[in-house]
Structures are given as structure tokens and as C-alpha cells.
């Protein structure tokens, strides 16, 4: 998601400096500033040199409390400056425990836009160009059925091809429809799952008790 909101700044107002990070990594970066005398840097790193801070799992930050005075710091510096701030997060600022209040307000005064899981087609391109970025040749039939069977996140969708890309690095054997079921588990009852409808239910409930539909 991060880099995809990146791609489209970059793409649209290509003179924006964009820094992505995530919320650990603003944390690393800021005790190892602070060890090494360097805080200053730090700062100016993520104030003077950004048009646009982007932050992955900002949830991160919960209990967190010298990383959350400095990110406070860094966030009302960005805001009183014009830039743009844009944050993911597994869950809604108010239901993200551990954070100062002070952080959440702001937090909660952006827009918030949910994410919702890719559906069947972007899960099948996300999978291609996957594979192509990793040089790893999966067939159609590899691609649809890996696309049919999990649906929860792009990261899980990668999981299955870093495994098979192993699989035919270490067995050298091509990745077919067998190879890829047994080696990421996958169930043909998963495969041919259908989505549930009304028309269904009403179908097969009169189907059942064999009376026409428009009696049911």
C-alpha cells in the first residue's frame, strides 16, 4: 500500500522529496541518533528534506514513549511547514492502545481510508508481477488456483511464491498444479469455493423441498 501511495505521488508531482519508513525503523534511526550525538541530523532528515513522510505500521509506536515525543515533534514540525502526512495501520487511531493522547488527536483528525483485501483479479496481477520481479515461472493454473486460495494479504500471497520459488531451486522441478498443492497446502475445496448468494440459499432450499422458487 505504501509504495503503491508513493508511486502515484511520485508519478503525479515527481519535484516531491517522499521519505518512507516504517515506525520501527523511525525508532532505530532515533535511539541510534541519540547514542551517536546525532539528533539534530535526525531531525532535519525527517523535517527539512521531506515534502511527503510516509509510515508504515504506525500502531508500532505504542508504549513507545521517547520514540512518540520525537515523532510528535516531527509531526506537528511537517504539519505547521504545509507537507503531507500519510500513516497505515492495522486498526483505527482510537482503538490503537499505548499512544499519548495528544498523538491519537492527530491522528484521528486525518482521513481515514480502509483497505479492503484485494479481490480475485488484482490477487491474480499481484501474483504475476510478483513472479515476474522474482523470476519465478508459474502457469496459469498455478496462478489461479494460488489466487482462489488465499485471500487474507499481499504478504501471504508473496509467502506462497518466495516457497516455491525454493522448491524448484532446491528440487529443480518445474511448479505445476501438484507441486504447488502440496508444497503450500492448498485444498481443492478452497479451490472451487464459490461465493455464497441469496439466489443460492433460495435455489438450493427449493431445490430441497422441491417447490418452485417464487412459492418459497
Known sequence: VIYAIANYVQ????QLRICITSANRFMNEMVDSMQTNKLFEFRRKYT????????DDI???????GTQNAFFDVF??????????????????KEIE?????????????????VQQ?????????LKKKAVEKDIYLSPDVVNLIAKCVKSNIRELEGCLVKLGLVTSLL???IDLEVAKEH????????????ITIDTIAKTVAAFYKIPIGDL
Open 98 to 114: 499505548g499512544i499519548e493522547e495528544r498523538i491519537r488527536s492527530r491522528l484521528s483528525s486525518a482521513l481515514p481510508v480502509e
Open 59 to 65: 500502531h508500532e509506536l505504542k508504549n513507545r514513549s
Open 172 to 174: 529443480k522441478v518445474d
Open 11 to 14: 508519478n503525479t508531482k515527481p
Open 76 to 93: 506537528n514540525e511537517l504539519m505547521s511547514r504545509g507537507k503531507q502526512l500519510v500513516f497505515t495501520s492495522d486498526k483505527p487511531p
Open 184 to 195: 503450500l497446502k492448498l485444498n481443492e475445496e478452497f479451490e472451487n469455493q464459490k461465493n
Open 48 to 55: 527539512d528534506q521531506v515534502d511527503v513522510l510516509i509510515i
Open 118 to 126: 484485494p479481490d480475485l483479479e488484482t490477487r491474480i496481477a499481484i
